[in-house]
């Protein structure tokens, strides 16, 4: 059975913070990782990871995967009251269909 | 990337009644989704749905409590029947487009 396992479940920090977000993981017929950002109810899409050692950077996230290790990171430098929410990791597979960590849920404090 | 939209947004139901959830694309995709997201918990897949085809439903989801209609690439529908207080949650669609995207999902909400 896939295991896709987050950590930590919550953590609160203070702007300008960096968080890690962990992200590790058993599947079979892997074909990519994926982080998401949850507000409310619409999951939007952040990163698919698919190559080892090769980071993905947008603004102020950033991410990485480590196909031997099998996890994954998602670091958000000088955190603002804005990426409060619920970052979600799923392993997608070659059959397509996606399988969830429990996410991670992140409060920023003003 | 693809844009999706779902209707309705949130709902408040009867016990026993069944609601219909439309999932609408801005492209052609062979591939959706539907996920099941119950309070506090992450999301579950529910069913594959592609055009031409049969869903076909995950372990301990089945046919007769969410019938899923396909009826061309752009658009798909969930239908929870015969509700109760545990099929509370938000329901999304999603699409493979190079990854998944999401809707923004249906808050349904049983009495």
């Known amino acids: 059975e896939d295991k896709v396992v987050q950590s930590p479940l919550s953590l609160v920090v203070h702007e300008g913070d960096t968080v890690t977000l962990n992200c590790s993981y058993e599947?079979?017929?892997?074909?990519?990782l994926l982080w998401y950002k949850q507000e409310k109810k619409a999951p939007t899409f952040l990163f698919m990871l698919?190559?080892?050692?090769i980071e993905k950077k947008s603004g102020r996230l950033s991410s990485i995967l480590d196909k031997k290790e099998l996890f994954s990171i998602l670091n958000i430098t000088a955190t603002q009251t804005g990426d409060s929410a619920v970052y979600l990791c799923?392993?997608?597979?070659?059959?397509?269909?996606?399988?969830f960590g429990a996410g991670t849920t992140v409060t920023v404090r003003a | 990337s693809a844009v999706i939209s779902q209707k309705p947004s949130r709902d408040i139901c009867q016990r026993g009644t069944s609601l219909t959830i439309q999932c609408q694309v801005d492209?052609?995709?062979?591939?959706m989704f539907w996920y099941r997201q119950q309070p506090g918990q992450s999301l579950t897949l529910i069913a594959t749905?592609?055009?031409?085809?049969?869903?076909?439903?995950e372990s301990g989801f089945v046919i007769d409590k969410f019938p899923i209609s396909r009826p061309n690439l752009t658009f798909s529908t969930l239908t929870v029947s015969n509700m109760s207080p545990e099929d509370s949650s938000i329901y999304l669609c999603?699409?493979?487009?190079?990854?998944?995207?999401f809707g923004p999902g249906t808050r349904l909400t049983v009495l």
């Open positions: 799923a392993v997608d597979r070659n059959d397509y269909k996606l399988s």
């Open positions: 698919t190559s080892s050692g």
């Open positions: 599947v079979t017929n892997f074909r990519s």
């Open positions: 492209s052609q995709v062979t591939m």
């Open positions: 999603s699409v493979e487009a190079d990854t998944q995207y």
């Open positions: 749905a592609n055009q031409g085809s049969e869903a076909t439903y």
